[in-house]
């Protein structure tokens, strides 16, 4: 109890922090409900306070295993500790404001909001910037070592899954650039005329890789050709591997264990742009270069699946089936990008080409490197997409009856297990919120949400010692 309860407190306390920043906001508005944050942030705080004076002096002792079913219940509960401000902020339902929040911290972007206070966008920003830094270091962390669905282990050692986890280091390694990456693309679109309130939102969303954005950010992006521009190397960064940005940074890049799978996202970026941009020329009407930039800004965010449209309709020009194949795929191994990953595909691919030369050469002796990884690991890459593949169909299946089309249940059930929302609520042209359906798909999408950051499989993990350890 011990072990989870000290991260589960660290987790509820920064929900109270963040909380601090939307009640600054709206007093400062004059017009916003300061109580209401001010309770949030009062509440989370003191339940956090409750939970660290409760296990100090008993010795934790956090071993992967557990960290797995740590990681999920952060997932589940960190959400409602935002629900009740949401809510009321909002006006909406109980069961809509848990979706919207839940939305927004697994940086998914389903939203049935089309206007609200500042101080209530901002939280949301806040929440998927949170969401988005929890994703990495849950990766790093909890997953790539335990081996879940093929995740490389760049830990300093290799060890078994009962190693202790030390998550405080993992995060204090990854929070500087992340920030850093953050206060860099705010202060690259105040540069360029914006606002603050539309930098910080901004900003937040395209480094989490979210899509919780206020109408006057949109209404930027939409009108205004510069951001478009200067986002796109952030969406390139948060479909790549931390591991990678940190090479970047010391200057170690040759030796980056994941520079080749970051040199392939940005090489397909850059042809899905152009095809993406042709398409858009031909099915809308403008320039050529405006088709380009579009293209390539639409290819960017499609592949860190933030899903983030240049402006409105872009979706509904484009093929639904190429848009959800592209998501489904999504960005690197160690990102916030959800999907497949690139790093599965390429083992996939290249097992599948060492399979067929022993067909044509039975004695052939391979490198790894060509047969797509070995032993567990293989088996993990093939257990990975496996599971998505079940999600989806799950998710499909559950959202069916609550929607107009098989359309809108495909477009739906990818949006989900990705965590790329617009790719739904842009796409659809009056299809309902997810938040409006029933009770019981609401609940699946937000399972699948979670599911969707935990890289699915660590889901299954999770019901199995929840159901069977206990």
Same mark, same amino acid.
């Given at each position: 109890?011990?072990?989870?309860?000290?991260?589960?407190?660290? /987790?509820?306390?920064?929900? /109270?922090? #963040?909380?601090?920043? =939307?009640?600054?906001?709206?007093?400062?508005? *004059?017009? *916003?409900?300061?109580?209401?944050?001010?309770?949030?942030?009062?509440?989370?705080?003191?339940?956090? &306070?409750? $939970?660290? @004076?409760?296990? !100090?002096?008993?010795?934790? +002792?956090?071993?992967?295993?557990?960290?797995?079913? #740590?990681?999920?219940?952060?997932?589940?509960v960190l959400p409602l500790m935002a629900t009740p401000a949401v809510a009321i902020v909002s006006g909406l339902s109980p069961l809509q404001a848990w979706f919207e929040a839940l939305?927004? @911290?697994?940086?998914?972007?389903?939203?049935?909001? !089309?206007?609200? %206070?500042?101080?209530l966008y901002?939280?949301?920003?806040?929440?998927?910037?949170?969401?988005?830094?929890?994703?990495?270091?849950?990766?790093?962390?909890? $997953?790539? =070592?335990? /081996?879940? *669905? &093929?995740?490389?282990?760049?830990?300093?050692?290799? &060890?078994?899954?009962?190693?202790?986890?030390?998550?405080?280091?993992?995060? +204090?390694?990854?929070? %500087?650039?992340?920030?850093?990456?953050?206060? $860099?693309?705010?202060?690259?679109?105040?540069?360029?005329?914006?606002?603050?309130?539309?930098?910080?939102?901004?900003?937040?969303?395209?480094?989490?890789? /979210?899509? !919780?954005? =206020?109408?006057?950010?949109?209404?930027? #992006?939409?009108?205004?050709?510069? %951001?478009?521009?200067?986002?796109?190397p952030f969406l390139i960064f948060s479909a790549t591997s931390v591991r990678w940005h940190r090479a970047l940074i010391t200057r170690r890049i040759n030796a980056a264990p994941e520079q080749v799978e970051s040199l392939v996202i940005i090489g397909w970026w850059a042809v899905l742009g152009i095809i993406l941009g042709a398409l858009?020329?031909?099915?809308?009407?403008?320039?050529s270069l405006d088709a380009v930039r579009d293209g390539l800004f639409t290819a960017a965010s499609l592949i860190s699946t933030s899903g983030i449209g240049p402006h409105e309709g872009t979706y509904a020009n484009l093929p639904l089936g190429l848009v959800i194949l592209v998501v489904l795929l999504g960005g690197g191994a160690l990102s916030v990008a959800g999907g497949l990953k690139m790093l599965r595909l390429r083992a996939i691919l290249l097992r599948t080409r060492g399979d067929l030369l022993r067909l044509v050469y039975p004695h052939i002796v391979l490198p790894s490197a060509l047969e797509g990884g070995v032993g567990s690991a293989m088996r993990g890459v093939w257990a990975g997409a496996a599971s998505l593949a079940f999600l989806y169909g799950l998710c499909v299946i559950a959202l069916s009856p609550g929607l107009p089309s098989l359309d809108a249940a495909l477009a739906a059930a990818a949006a989900v297990v990705t965590n790329t929302g617009p790719v739904y609520d842009a796409a659809g042209g009056g299809w309902p919120a997810i938040s409006s359906l029933p009770w019981g798909s609401v609940l699946v999408a937000g399972i699948g949400m979670v599911a969707g950051r935990l890289e699915i499989i660590g889901l299954f993990v999770f019901i199995h010692l929840a159901i069977w350890r206990t």
């Open positions: 109890m011990a072990n989870a309860a000290r991260p589960l407190a660290a /987790g509820i306390a920064a929900i /109270g922090a #963040l909380a601090l920043l =939307p009640m600054a906001v709206a007093a400062r508005s *004059g017009t *916003g409900p300061v109580a209401v944050w001010l309770a949030t942030s009062g509440f989370c705080l003191f339940l956090a &306070g409750l $939970l660290r @004076f409760t296990t !100090h002096g008993l010795e934790t +002792r956090l071993t992967r295993t557990g960290a797995v079913a #740590l990681v999920a219940c952060m997932w589940l939305s927004a @911290f697994t940086a998914t972007g389903l939203t049935a909001l !089309h206007q609200g %206070p500042a101080s901002v939280f949301l920003g806040l929440l998927q910037w949170a969401g988005g830094l929890l994703t990495v270091v849950t990766a790093v962390a909890v $997953l790539a =070592p335990a /081996g879940l *669905g &093929g995740l490389p282990d760049r830990t300093p050692r290799g &060890g078994t899954a009962l190693d202790v986890v030390d998550l405080v280091k993992v995060l +204090r390694e990854i929070s %500087p650039a992340y920030l850093a990456a953050t206060a $860099l693309a705010m202060i690259v679109l105040l540069a360029s005329g914006e606002t603050l309130y539309v930098a910080f939102t901004l900003a937040t969303a395209v480094v989490s890789a /979210g899509a !919780h954005l =206020p109408p006057e950010a949109q209404l930027a #992006l939409a009108l205004d050709e510069t %951001p478009k521009w200067l986002l796109l858009l020329f031909r099915t809308d009407e403008m320039s």
